[in-house]
């Protein structure tokens, strides 16, 4: 024998599959992400009328408007699904969200999700003043693709993952897990502002705590190893524990 391993073409047969890169977007209030593959998946939008700040950030990844291929909200709170229909139009991507929030995001109506903290509640009632409402409203827009509570995979956009019904900080919470054991989980927990604490938390509001616990445990069950959090940096899944 020669010593060779094999030909080009079965070297490259043999390669692990390339993994998509995920990009953590640092916006005003929140994070959103982008994920890209053998396609481009934003997922969450940020406050209304940073639709342009985002697409600058997709611009400089070397995602052109006309290659993003989704716009997947985790949840329809103000400070995730705020620019989606601006980056809608400008991308012609479609607006996935669960079926639960999207009847209220429909209706122009806030997602229903009460104040757990005491901080928490200080916040509510700040943006419950007229001029602050004003600014932030979440813009009026319809769902393209409704989901529900059944897996949806991501594969025909360009991305191996699954989106998940992860209620519990809203009805209609979604968390996207890909094979590696990345999840972008909106605001099923968070890490730093706006909990005030240094160390991954739940969050600090949420419709329903049980469901919130169930659903992170659903995710550990199925492999999350590295938690991206709509506030807040990575974390190692492991950093926190919910009781059921």
């Not at 999207?102 to 943006?127: D, M």
């Not at 329903?208 to 616990?213: F, G, H, N």
Request: charged share 20%; with cysteine; aromatic share 4%.
């Amino acid at each position: 024998m020669d010593g060779t391993i094999g030909s080009p073409s079965e070297m490259v047969a043999h390669q692990a599959p390339r993994l998509p890169s995920l990009y953590r977007l640092r916006l005003r209030a929140s994070n959103c992400y982008l994920v890209i593959g053998d396609g481009a998946v934003l997922i969450d939008s940020g406050l209304r009328e940073e639709g342009r700040s985002i697409l600058n950030a997709l611009e400089r990844k070397g995602v052109r408007p006309a290659d993003l291929n989704l716009v997947l909200l985790t949840h329809g709170h103000l400070d995730h699904a705020g620019a989606a229909c601006e980056v809608a139009a400008a991308t012609g991507a479609p607006i996935a969200l669960h079926a639960e929030d999207a009847r209220w995001v429909s209706s122009g109506q806030e997602v229903p999700a009460p104040p757990i903290t005491k901080w928490a509640r200080v916040i509510s009632h700040l943006l419950s003043v007229g001029f602050v409402k004003g600014r932030i409203a979440l813009p009026l827009f319809s769902t393209d693709i409704v989901l529900g509570d059944t897996e949806f995979s991501l594969r025909k956009y360009g991305i191996p993952a699954t989106v998940l019904h992860t209620p519990g900080h809203t009805a209609g919470s979604v968390s996207v897990l890909l094979e590696d054991g990345r999840a972008i989980v909106g605001d099923l927990v968070m890490n730093g502002l706006p909990s005030l604490r240094l160390k991954p938390t739940p969050p600090i509001v949420a419709q329903d705590l049980s469901k919130l616990a169930r659903s992170w445990r659903l995710l550990c069950d199925r492999g999350a190893t590295t938690v991206y959090p709509g506030h807040g940096s990575p974390f190692p899944s492991r950093s926190i524990q919910m009781k059921t």
